[in-house]
């Protein structure tokens, strides 16, 4: 079992949990995620460390209430347990040799990318973060955004922060100005992460995108998590999920995440009684 420690509410949305799996925070890296289930009646989910500190023996995930298994987590509380905590999955991003980086994160894929952007400014990297979001209350992690990062610049869709527009505006702002960077970092709805791929292809500049398909096992055994690139299907829980953007296929990436739509709609609502008294 794995012990809740901590539970905090970002905003109305969003939940940062910080679990007890020392073996786990032992190994993780920037970009690996991890397999959950809250009981022998619950669905695996994936989702990624936002943080860890391997001598207190945590890790920090962040997320956000959008179906049957994440709100149900979102109502747990410090001293509950979870019954499956498997990890760290996927590989992690590769980093080494980065030295001017924008990281871009879409609403909760801002907590995605953070870990990236900590461990790049931690090296030395100079680190642009630009987030994005619907409106200013839904914006999180500034503060510890503002602490690993050389400039943040935070967008929303209605102009609520004093800075609207899109992510992709800012970041074509910042490549006029002359930013230099040999990498962008794009985590994200797979609608921003393709246009930015758009962008820097543009200007030559290698870029990383976090796929996000939905999975199953997480261990490349059920093919469910496919992601076209280069013209091939590669499996996001084991060859990724960070992929060369410029060879992610996003349409097929977004045709195929509304497969099980009717069914995630359903099982929102439904409380699945088999098996108990
Ligand atoms: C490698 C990986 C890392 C992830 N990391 C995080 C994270 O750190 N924080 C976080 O909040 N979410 C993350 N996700 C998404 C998260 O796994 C899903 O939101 C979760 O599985 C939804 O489960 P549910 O039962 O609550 O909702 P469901 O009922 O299964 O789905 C509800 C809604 O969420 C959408 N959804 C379902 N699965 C995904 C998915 N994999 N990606 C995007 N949307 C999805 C559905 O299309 C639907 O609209 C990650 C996904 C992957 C593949
Ligand atoms: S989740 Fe099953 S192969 Fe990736």
Known sequence: MYPIRKVEQLNNEVTRMEIVAPQVSAKIKPGQFIMLRIDEYGERIPLT???CN???GTVTIVFQAVGATTKRL????AGDCLLDFAGPLGRPTGLEGAARVAVIGGGLGTAIAYPQAKWLYDQGAEVDVITG??????IILESEIAAHSTRQIIMTDDG???NKGLVTEALRRRIEEGAGYDLVLA?????????????TKEHGIRTLVSMNPLMIDGTGMCGGCRV?????????CVDGPDFDGHLVDFDDAMSRSKLYQSFEAEAAGHECLIGRD
């Open 133 to 138: 979001f619907r409106s200013r209350e839904l």
């Open 228 to 236: 076209k690139v280069d013209g091939a299907y590669r499996h996001a």
């Open 54 to 56: 391997p001598d207190a």
């Open 160 to 162: 609520s922060n004093g």
């Open 49 to 51: 460390m936002n943080d």
């Open 74 to 77: 979102r109502h747990l509380k």
């Open 187 to 199: 985590v994200g709805p797979l609608i921003m992460m393709k246009f930015v791929c758009l962008l």
